[in-house]
């Protein structure tokens, strides 16, 4: 939908139009970091932007004019619109990959060279790295053995199955690619900002070990055309005999290649701008080289070329020790045996004993190449699939077996190297179709990228599929089957197959392919690195930092030097055909994840996701996805369960150790909208009584520098929680949140330092209320979200109100107590709560006493339970008290409790207490005396501060006042003036009347008499105060009922004095009291 903008030039004061300083913003705005400090005015970090971040040059210039004035505060942080398009006009991003770095040798001056706009189209920027990349080696060394073993169906099957896989991965690669801006990194840019770092690593790393592993397979292909078509006698491991050949031949790659490897990696280090200068000729070399065989082919039609291949019976022979196809030949009118004679006999006589094989059929040549119309398509249609050591055989040729066959491997036949079925083909041929990310690796180099990306990518493998298509079919319409079975063309004289085919000479595709496979060589040990330096650069896996750095000019040398080793390793292996799935399962892990990124973003749904290219769909992303993981497993499931597990183990690394990154990824995404639809369906209906646990918010102080008070508390709740359900961690601080927003910002990250050192994992939330009692009553009404809130308060005892002047301490935590019973939220309350234990404690054999009075849901059963669970608590035993009255039986109440112990699963000891209804005793009601004296007396206290200052005020309004009607009278009846009253005589009368009162209410404080209620419940909490003392002073924890409030608030002091006397004398005390519902059951 096009959309229509109008620019309204808008003058300043004086005329003149403002202009940013250009030159000074280019270098900002070329290079994106991904990270960077700094933050906005609101506090929050910003997020990094060529386009919104201002430099200093643009804060000054930015709104000079009157016009703006309005809109001067917020350019502090946002630039105008004008400011925006300049710099959107003049962004260029850097040149990537090796490029930068040249330009870095090259500058010598002090003054460094203007960026130059990228300028590559479609054709050579993508188009052709995408080509160069994907047809190499595999091409050239296994594509007709692959044919001739696998048949033309299934070769097919083989070619369309991996090309499919690319082409959709393509698509998904592009949408992402044209989501925005793909700075250096490519395909591990893409994959980390849309899957998040944990997976951008993981997968960035595969990419880079395939990348890495891709370096050894061309190496070993530029040393297996090098020795074997180009110079077979430099060959320092050469074998007696036969059965050695092969073992030879893997350690002439073993040292062939390390020698490559280390040229290679010297030419690197020195100079990339060499292998980049060389990449045009390693192109020409491929296309020249497909051109020869399409050549070839057509040459075919009119004139076959003459490579004869040599069969005994219908065995075929390695044509290099003989030169004539003939057991005897007639020199002169007489028959000599050749050489051919002399490998299956123990002697050049015509007399001599000869392999029984060799006596018993005859030697007959096949023409290799029959040509395009010769029909051998149709015998080339089924696929010959054999162990390790079968013979390469024309099944349509006459054969009389011998007796004995195990002489065979001594002798010259063409056989299996490798025991062959579809499945390792796939993983052979897969490395054929990597290289599509070519283009997106360049995109700081393309003109229009997210133009090209999409068109070049697509159409360099639309052109590759039908290079290889076409090539199946071809070689199979062209060449003998059993010379397509000829891995190494033994069979003729040592030629590469495929170059038999070609047109002019095979030397033209031995020459393009050997180069070829050196220029892709190059390229791998020079992309390698800076994908790793990339990863090392992003932090996000700690001990890859070190390959970050490099030379001066940026180039990655220790990144190098890791790339070689690993390199080496795949060299070591030797094998192509071993080295090719080990690579396939690295390229296919990552063209799996570009797939799933792109699923994901598009069915969340991100407002963020507004790719340019729009022929993209979920459906198709998946099934990429899933054609990629069968794939993965159809090469070789072994190596598919190493590389899921490199990955994962990098994944929980970086998980765990890594660097916090927001990238906007959609796995973060995907959180949020499981996260939503979970909380959803948990609002449905309240937990059942089996699922229910404790959803705790911590009521957390902080003192006057915001440093977290009693940090036991949350060591408590990581010993209760034990890492399972939600935790909030509250905090309130007096005064406006205007006044008071860096104060709870700074509370806000020392509360979270807390509980990172604590290991408490949830939430925190920093309330700024007008008074502590409001703020307080706000977290606890809508802390939380949804399904998931709370169900559960913890908090410290106020161990200091008696101390305290301000009666506002206590009465805010009895207020809290009431507010969470109101809630229907049970309420722990820790005294002593700085004695608890740390979580590094562990505490030896001791017991947990739970003190059992009120049955209120069953939270002081669970407590225990759950707190056993943690290693701090685990030799703990439980103990239950229970409180038996005069017409009690307790000795039933005892079994009864043990029997619904059993039912619940809980493992502890009973014990029934009984209390006698004994006499209050005189020091209940001297204790309760003193508490209503002293409650009396600072209510007294209160009163008289109140009204000093009361009177005061009063006697400044009446001396104002008096002295105003004085003035008046005086000037207008003088003679009438009498004044009965003097301030002196005002002031003893007050003081008088004060002593007075205070008399009578000192008196009346000594005359008064203890309130009965206030002295049964005096009577309570002392003696049971006794029976917990008595029973358990020693115990590690004590769990208590948690007696309610008055409900009239009058006697709100008396209360808090009730629970000192209660819990006097012991250590460690959580107090409990339960929200009003079940949250234990016997029932499964």
Known sequence: MPTNFTVVPVKDGTGKAKKGNKEDDVDDNNVIKEEEEGATGDGLPKENSPFINNTDNDKGNSYDGTNMALFEEEMDSNPMVSSLLNKLAN???????????????????????????????????????????????????????????????????????CCSCTMLTAISMSAIATNGVVPAGGSYYMISRSLGPEFGGAVGLCFYLGTTFAGSMYILGTIEILLTYIVPKAAIFVAERKEDEVDALLNNMRVYGTCCLALMSVVVFVGVKYVNKLALVFLACVILSILAIYAGVIKTIFEPPDFPVCMLGNRTLQNQNFDKCLKTDVIGNLTVTTKLWSLFCDGPELNATCNEYFDNNNVTEVQGIPGLTSGIISENMWSVYGPLGMLVEDKKLSSLGGSDSSQDIYLPYVVNDITTFFTLLVGIYFPSVTGIMAGSNRSGDLRDAQKSIPIGTILAIATTSFIYVSCVILFGGCIEGVLLRDKFGDSVKGNLVIGTLSWPSPWVIVIGSFFSCCGAGLQSLTGAPR?????????????????????????????????????????????????APILSMFFLMCYLFVNLACAVQTLLRTPN?????????????????????????????????????????????????????????????????AARYALIRLEEAPPHTKNWRPQVLVLLNVDSDQAVKHVRLLSLTTQLKAGKGLTIVGNVLEGTYLTKEAEAKKAEQNIKSAMSAEKTKGFCHVVVSSNLRDGMSHLIQSAGLGGMKHNTVLMAWPGTWRQSNDPQSWKNFIETVRESTAAHHALLVAKNVDSFPTNQDRLGEGTIDVWWVVHDGGMLMLLPFLL????????????????????????????????FLYHLRLDAEVEVVEMHDNDISAFTYEKTLVMEQRSQMLKQMQLSRTEREREAQ????????????????????????????????????RNRNRECNANVAVRDLFNMKPNQSNVRRMHTAVKMNEVVVNKSQGAHLVLLNMPGPPRNRGGDENYM????????????????????????????
């Not at 770095?101 to 130059?116: T, Y």
């Not at 090392?536 to 001066?552: E, N, S, T, Y």
């Not at 307790?890 to 079994?895: D, L, Y």
Request: net charge neutral; aromatic share 10%; hydrophobic share 45%.
């Open 91 to 161: 962004y260029t991003n850097l040149t990537q990959g090796a490029q930068e770095h040249e330009e870095a040798d090259d500058d010598e001056g002090p003054k460094k060279k203007a960026v130059k706009s990228p300028q590559m189209g479609t054709f050579m920027g993508v188009y052709l790295p995408c080509l160069q990349n994907i047809l190499g080696v595999i091409l050239f060394l296994r594509l007709t053995w692959i044919v001739g073993t696998a048949g033309i169906l299934e070769s097919l099957a083989i070619v369309i199955l």
């Open 531 to 579: 994908l790793l330096q990339a990863i090392a650069r992003d932090g996000i896996v700690p001990f890859l930092q070190v390959f970050g750095h490099g030379k001066a000019n940026g180039e990655p040398t220790w990144a190098l030097l890791l790339t070689a080793g690993i390199c080496e390793i795949g060299i070591l292996i030797a094998s192509l055909d071993a080295v």
């Open 609 to 673: 996701w507004r790719p340019r290219f729009k022929y993209y769909h979920w459906a198709l992303s998946f099934l990429g996805m899933s054609l990629c993981l069968a794939l993965m497993f159809i090469c070789s499931w072994y190596y598919a369960i190493v590389a899921m597990a490199i990955a994962s183990c990098i994944y929980k690394y970086i998980e765990y150790r890594g660097a916090e990154k927001e990238w906007g990824d959609g796995i973060r995404g995907l959180s949020l909208n």
């Open 868 to 899: 056993r669970q943690h290693k701090v608590w685990r030799k703990c035993k439980m103990r239950i008290f229970t409180v038996a009255q005069m017409d009690d039986n307790s000795i039933q109440m005892k079994k009864d409790l043990q029997v």
């Open 954 to 989: 009063l006697i400044h309004d009446r001396n104002t006042a008096s002295h105003a009607a004085i003035n008046d009278k005086a000037e207008a009846t003088p003679e009438q003036v009498h004044m009965t009253w003097t301030k002196d005589k005002l002031f003893t009368e």
């Open 1057 to 1084: 004095e009730f629970l000192e006397v209660l819990l006097e004398g012991l250590n460690r005390v959580l107090l409990v009291r339960g929200g009003g519902r079940e949250v234990i059951t016997i029932y499964s």
